[in-house]
């Protein structure tokens, strides 16, 4: 972990970069020039707008607001989410010494952000789709624990062939959402269910192609896919269960969407959680998808 005084200032000119990538730009009038106001290296500089004098910090209007816990920490927390199998509060609890309550809650901030991203993203050309059910592993104390119905969708947004022997799937997008006992209908999307997912998540010209049941467990591409996603559920974390799974699924899908974007992961959501994306992350050109074969 960086934590001497060289790694701090490292961090601050890495965040700098992420949150004004163009160069200072004042929240309030949109001027790009500031006095740095640096007290002591502990603390955050302060930049003051050499225009309208407004005072701003690197952390103001992001997730890191407010927050008592050291940048190159959140640094640290942004690269571990951004690894293949991410971590879970327990392990980031130890790793950057925090308690448990404050570790599940950066990550949780991460999440949100992730979340939002994915909300804003709307997908097109052929998504093929179905209904699939999550459950827990069981545990002595929940030994029969629910079902949960979730929609996993993979949309084909460019031409690509669409083969299982493909370690990786080029112009793929990935969803997974939680779907409530009104969207459903005898396990399959009733019709209000899919109105409601699809305008929540399909562009008016997509083409869906909805899977039943048989024909969800022999496709190559979403089958794998959620039996992945619901193994990293519930070996990094046990299950998840409740209102929170939501930005699991987020978090899980985030890293297959963009693993081989045109910045590193932990850059984009870097730039993610500064609340200030500075990569159109639609942008159809470079996005793939890397599906793992079950
Ligand atoms: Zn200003």
Same mark, same amino acid.
């Given at each position: 972990? #960086?934590?001497?005084?060289?790694?701090?200032?490292?961090?601050?000119?890495?965040?700098?970069?992420?949150?004004?990538?163009?160069?200072?730009?004042?929240?309030?009038?949109?001027?790009?020039?500031?006095?740095?106001?640096?007290?002591?290296?502990?603390?955050?500089?302060?930049?003051?707008?050499? /225009?309208?004098?407004?005072?701003?910090?690197?952390?103001?209007?992001?997730?890191?607001?407010?927050?008592?816990?050291?940048?190159?920490?959140?640094?640290?927390?942004?690269?571990?989410?951004?690894?293949?199998?991410?971590?879970? !509060?327990?392990?980031? !609890?130890?790793?950057?010494?925090?308690?448990?309550?404050?570790?599940?809650?950066?990550?949780?901030?991460?999440?949100?952000?992730?979340?939002?991203?994915?909300?804003?993203?709307?997908?097109?050309?052929?998504?093929?789709?179905?209904?699939?059910?999550?459950?827990?592993?069981?545990?002595?104390?929940?030994?029969? +624990?629910?079902?949960?119905?979730?929609?996993?969708?993979?949309?084909?947004?460019?031409?690509?062939?669409?083969?299982?022997?493909?370690?990786?799937?080029?112009?793929?997008?990935?969803?997974?959402? /939680? /779907?409530?006992? #009104? +969207?459903?209908?005898?396990?399959?999307?009733?019709?209000?269910?899919?109105?409601?997912?699809?305008?929540?998540?399909?562009?008016?010209?997509?083409?869906?192609?909805?899977?039943?049941?048989?024909?969800?467990?022999?496709?190559?591409?979403?089958?794998?896919?959620?039996?992945?996603?619901?193994?990293?559920?519930?070996?990094?974390?046990?299950?998840?269960?409740?209102?929170?799974?939501?930005?699991?699924?987020?978090?899980?899908?985030?890293?297959?969407?963009?693993?081989?974007?045109?910045?590193?992961?932990?850059?984009?959501?870097?730039?993610?959680?500064?609340?200030?994306?500075?990569?159109?992350?639609?942008?159809?050109?470079?996005?793939?998808?890397?599906?793992?074969?079950?």
């Amino acid at each position: 972990m #960086r934590s001497n005084k060289s790694g701090l200032y490292e961090t601050y000119q890495f965040l700098y970069e992420q949150k004004w990538p163009n160069g200072f730009r004042c929240p309030r009038c949109e001027h790009h020039q500031a006095y740095t106001i640096q007290s002591t290296a502990r603390t955050l500089p302060l930049y003051q707008c050499k /225009l309208c004098r407004h005072q701003t910090t690197l952390t103001a209007g992001t997730i890191m607001e407010g927050s008592r816990t050291s940048l190159t920490k959140w640094r640290t927390v942004i690269e571990l989410v951004s690894t293949k199998n991410s971590v879970n !509060a327990v392990q980031l !609890a130890t790793i950057i010494r925090v308690t448990y309550k404050t570790a599940w809650s950066i990550l949780h901030k991460i999440r949100r952000s992730i979340s939002k991203l994915d909300k804003s993203r709307r997908v097109t050309g052929l998504v093929t789709n179905s209904v699939a059910f999550y459950a827990r592993p069981p545990f002595v104390y929940f030994p029969t +624990d629910r079902e949960y119905p979730v929609w996993v969708c993979c949309a084909q947004e460019q031409e690509v062939r669409r083969d299982s022997s493909l370690e990786r799937n080029e112009g793929l997008y990935v969803k997974i959402k /939680l /779907l409530t006992k #009104r +969207d459903l209908s005898d396990q399959k999307l009733s019709s209000s269910g899919e109105m409601r997912i699809f305008e929540e998540n399909l562009e008016q010209q997509a083409l869906p192609a909805t899977l039943n049941r048989g024909e969800f467990r022999r496709d190559p591409l979403l089958y794998p896919l959620f039996m992945q996603a619901k193994h990293w559920l519930n070996s990094t974390f046990r299950g998840i269960s409740g209102k929170y799974q939501q930005a699991y699924w987020d978090e899980f899908c985030f890293r297959l969407n963009f693993e081989h974007f045109a910045v590193p992961l932990s850059t984009l959501l870097t730039s993610l959680c500064m609340g200030c994306p500075t990569i159109a992350v639609t942008s159809e050109a470079t996005q793939t998808v890397r599906v793992i074969s079950a």
